[in-house]
Every structure is written in C-alpha cells, then in structure tokens.
C-alpha cells in the first residue's frame, strides 16, 4: 500500500466517520449503514471521486485538507438528503471546496453597479393570454449545449449570452452559439471576470452592433484584451431589451412563454452548490448574486418549476440545469427568480 494510502487510512480511523460510501455515479439519495466503519471504502470513495473529476493536488499535505472539506460537505449532502424529499443532493466537482470557497469563485452578478431597468414599463407580454401549461425551449431548438464559465465569475455573460441565442433562434431558425468572452473584454460597464449585469450586457450588444459567434472569439475563462472590431465575420444582433416587472411570477412566464430570459437568483446556499437533481425548495434567500437563464416551465407529481440553466457545465444539478419551484406564495419566487428577469428584443 502507498504511503500516502497509508497516512489517509490512519486518519480515518481517527475520526468519527459520519459519511457513507457512495455509488459510482455519486449521483445519490441516500446511503446505507453497512459502510459507516469501512475505511478501506471511504478511502476508495475519495480516489474515485479525484479520479473522476480529474484532481490532483500539489501536496499531500493539501489532499489531506481537501479530504477535510470533502468529508463534511459529504456529511453535509448525507443529513439533507435524509430531509428532503423534492430534491437531493450528490458530490460534483465542487465537493473539495469550501462554502466560502466555492461562493467567492463561481458566482458573479454584481448589483451594486447604478441602477439601469425600467421597472417593465416597456413589457410586450403583459397582455398574453392562454399560456402553455409548460414551455421547454431546448425541446424547441432555441437552447445551445450546456456551458461552464469556470473560475470566472462572468455567470451576467452567459445568462446575456443564452438568452440571445435564443431569440435569435427563435426569429432567424439558426441556432449558433455567441461569445461570452467579447462580453467580458468589451462590456465596460461591466467587471469582466468580477461580475456585471445582464441589462448592461444587452445594452452593450445593441451599442456594438451586435455580438460574435463563440467560434470567432472563444472563451478563455479569463479578462482579456478587446477585439470587438475583428474581420469580417458573423455577428448577431438585437434591437434591444425589455425588463419583467418586478416581483411577479405571471409576467415571468408570460416572458418565457415566448423566449428564454435573464433572471437573477441567490446560488450561494449550500444546497444548491450539491444540487443534484429535483424540484428545487430548498434554503434560499433574494439576495442575488447569480446570472442565470430561465428557459421553460413545467409541471411534476404536483410539482411547478422553472426550468433553470445553469453555467457550472453538464456535471452540476440536472445535466447542468435545475428545476426550481415555483407556486411558493413568495412575490420574490424561489431565490429571488422573480426580481431582475430581463430578455433581448429582435424587432
């Protein structure tokens, strides 16, 4: 047995183990009993889980602080998931992270920036009628694959960037995916990698011209240096944006009746950085500090959801989205959904 096997086995089995083995997907609801005292499957548990999510650490004086933070918030998705019954918790790539950790790095709305929404005075759909009992827009076509914004709190790009796509889709039938990245350099009124806001951003695209195509100006996962006037390539374009009236659950999904939005959330609970799949209802306060895009709304065993997509890439929640509730009685909705929606015009 490897020394480093050895030592990690020793601290084991000092420790009052509360966290069980896993199956290999580490997509889980519960755990048994029968491993509460088996070392040896904690140990493989840990290797798989580093295997898996391909990490390796730089001493193994720091594996051994990281196996510290990655048993408690296995204790942590443990206990939840012996609570709740609408939605569970797993271990993704995120389990080596501290709460605060985690929080400091993949988040990124900023919402001290001065203040740019017109309350919704100019909502287009504030007279629909007959809306849809759900809405998918990936089943419609409208929804690039999953994208992951990495060490980078630029989520206000990705959440600009989606719902874009979108409406293009939606009005064009193409479906091409757009820079975040000529966001993050050229957006000033933004903070790049620090964070920013949605409305900023579409008001940024209608400035310039338009927005490229990932292809021509891919991501970096980083600030870099602006090229918004490249050769002559595609770029798509917006007349510009309208906001959802605030606080209000039937505007938002008369919106995403017709296309995918820009919402604003509070990801920071510790909860939703192990979501694995479910209805979303868990802790939550309004406190946004996420850009995300609502991109349907449906119905499950009684249950009312958004559709939310996520950019934490396909690993995280549900292929990389979450269902959150909705229905909660809250003006707010779930983490605050309903406060900051916004979504780009074509017309």
């Not at 009746?257 to 919402?263: E, L």
């Not at 946004?288 to 958004?306: E, M, R």
């Not at 890439?313 to 909660?328: A, D, L, Q, S, V």
């Amino acid at each position: 047995m490897a020394a480093s096997t050895i030592k990690l086995s020793l601290l084991l089995s000092m420790c009052l183990i509360t966290c069980l083995a896993l199956p290999r997907d580490f997509s889980i609801i519960s755990y048994t009993e029968d491993d509460l005292n088996s070392h040896d499957k904690l140990i493989e548990l840990f290797e798989s889980w580093m295997s898996k999510h391909s990490k390796v650490y730089k001493s193994f004086e720091e594996k051994l602080r990281r196996f510290e933070v990655f048993k408690d918030n296995l204790k942590h998705i443990d206990e939840t998931n012996k609570k709740r019954s609408s939605y569970w918790l797993g271990l993704n790539e995120f389990a080596d992270l501290s709460h605060g950790e985690f929080k400091a790095t993949y988040l990124g709305l900023t919402t001290d920036l001065p203040e740019k929404r017109d309350a919704g005075s100019n909502f287009r759909y504030e007279d629909s009628t007959d809306l849809p009992k759900s809405v998918d827009w990936r089943k419609k076509g409208a929804v690039t694959p999953v994208k992951n914004q990495g060490q980078c709190g630029s989520c206000w790009a990705f959440s600009t960037v989606a719902a874009v796509e979108g409406i293009n889709q939606i009005v064009t039938g193409n479906l091409t995916s757009l820079s975040e990245q000529e966001l993050i350099d050229c957006s000033t009124d933004n903070n790049g990698c620090n964070g920013g806001l949605m409305d900023y951003a579409f008001s940024f695209i209608v400035s310039n011209g338009g927005l490229h195509t990932e292809e021509a100006y891919p991501y970096l996962m980083k600030e870099g240096t602006c090229e918004e006037k490249r050769a002559e390539v595609e770029v798509v374009t917006i007349a510009g944006y309208e906001d959802v009236p605030e606080n209000s659950e039937e505007s938002l999904l008369k919106a995403l009746a017709h296309q995918p939005v820009s919402v604003a959330i509070e990801a920071s609970g510790r909860d939703f950085q192990f979501y694995s799949g479910g209805v979303f209802d868990g802790p939550c306060g309004d406190a946004l500090d996420h850009g995300v895009a609502a991109v349907g709304y449906g119905t499950s065993k009684g249950q009312d959801y958004i559709i939310v997509r996520n950019s934490w890439g396909p690993r995280w929640g549900e292929k990389g989205y979450i269902r959150m509730k909705r229905n909660t009685g809250k003006p707010e909705g779930p983490c605050g959904i309903n406060k900051m929606a916004s979504y780009p015009t074509k017309d």
